[in-house]
């Protein structure tokens, strides 16, 4: 077999980039937890000991950090003052826990698959599944982290009102159910934004369920919103105004009895709400850097969810034709793309 050197060279130098990103991974975790990034936000311009003595950390991992930092164009120096910078950008992505670019959440997300490892390569060869509960609770707080920025930045302000009369029916008070919620961020998010609502959560995941009740209560919205232990295919009430998956419909054992047990509780001139990860139909429309962060995610959580309660596996490349198999088996008749951000599909279905 022979060989080009110049794209061996080429590949060469991809992957001392993911190595160096892969590396990096635990030294982002670090500035989020110890506030690393939030100080540099606050601060302008730090020295590493400045940056030490008001994290109160050690001046010497801090300089070996900002150098990794800087290495990666997380953060910037000066060589003449010795100071180094988050940039405002920088800053918005990982020192804002409001701003809809956050980023430290994912960091989370890989540490936690990262621990599965083991449990995942064991399944390659038995084609096992690993239920969501069996990961590092670390996926579960990642996971929120990871996705609540992006419902802050769309959920109210896009999605809702690309759905059809859907806001109105909110801002005048309905009747709502988020199946698969997880630790609520969407719930939330939508109680906050709708307060003549009324919402239920659902998830199968207690651990999950019992965050969401502590972020209603944190959010002052828990005299409207309840979280309930129910799986999407059995979750309790009628005549919801709206159903809502976010996220999660890909990764079910049973993802056309849940289209099913929608159709059974919703209200006949309800709709049903599907945000799912950005995909194309073919596997070439997905080979991108979002394609590779979704079919790497798809591999250690989604489809190992789906198998471990002997699911069709989806997995979170699913892609709109396939998902619109899924809704139209449950007895939905009307399904359309609402909108679309480079990372979701939000599709709306009918009775």
Known sequence: MSVDEAKLHE??????????AGMSVALVLIGDKLGLYKAMAQAGPVTPAELARRTGTAERYVREWLANQAAGGY????????RYTLPAEQALALADETSPVFL??????????LKAEPRIM????????????????????????????????????????????????????????????GCGASTVLLAQAYPSSRFVG????????EVA????????????????????????????????HFDCLHDMGDPVGAARHVRETLDPDGTWMIVEPFAGDRVEENLNPVGRVFYAASTMVCVPASLAQNGP????QAGEARLREVVTAGGFTRFRR??????????????
């Not at 910037?76 to 010795?82: A, D, V």
């Not at 430290?104 to 698959?113: H, N, T």
């Open 11 to 20: 590949f060469l130098g991809k992957a001392v980039g993911d190595i160096g």
């Open 75 to 82: 953060v910037t120096y000066e060589p003449g003052s010795g």
């Open 104 to 113: 430290p959440g994912a960091f989370q997300l890989i540490a936690a698959v």
């Open 122 to 181: 064991e399944n390659f060869r038995t084609g096992a599944g690993m239920d969501w509960g069996d990961h590092d609770p670390g996926l579960f707080a990642g996971t929120e982290r990871f996705f609540r920025p992006n419902y802050l930045g769309h959920l109210v302000s896009e999605w809702i009102p690309a759905l059809g009369g859907v806001g109105e029916k909110l801002r005048r008070g309905a009747k709502v159910a988020d199946v698969g919620c």
């Open 202 to 209: 659902f998830d199968y995941h207690r651990p999950s369920i």
């Open 213 to 244: 009740r502590q972020r209603a209560q944190e959010a002052g919205v828990a005299g409207r919103v309840t979280f309930e232990v129910a799986r999407s295919t059995d979750y309790p009430g009628r005549g919801y105004d709206l159903v809502a």
């Open 313 to 316: 596996a989806l997995g979170a």
């Open 338 to 351: 609402a909108t679309q951000t480079p990372f979701n599909l939000v599709l709306e279905a009918r009775p």
